[in-house]
């Protein structure tokens, strides 16, 4: 691992593990750091639980578009004469491009 002063080492990479913030959770990969570190939690892990970080007081919330659970966008890009995925067209984007737009709710209804 290359730290931001470009010191390097070599970490223990543990996979699956289950991390719960803000009562919410996922399944991870995570860094081993020695003990008492203070731990870091990066972008990946945020978006994956749909939290935010409020810069005033420099906490970590749920997302106030979806308080009672994680929300998940989705945007695929296909070719627009690919006919292998269902895909929404708006006059907007570019003729070369068709994208999708969903919440997992929407997609688990069918």
Known sequence: ????????QIKSVYRGVILELKGRDGIFDVLGEVEGSEPLVGQ??????DLIVDPITKTVLPNPRSPDMPMTEILMATA????????????????ATSYVRKTLDEIAVR
Request: cysteine-free; aromatic content about 6%; glycine content about 4%.
């Open 1 to 8: 691992m290359r730290y931001a002063n470009n010191q390097i």
């Open 44 to 49: 990946i892990v945020l978006e994956a639980l």
């Open 80 to 95: 627009y004469n690919s006919g292998n995925t269902a895909t929404l067209r708006s006059t907007q984007i570019a003729k």
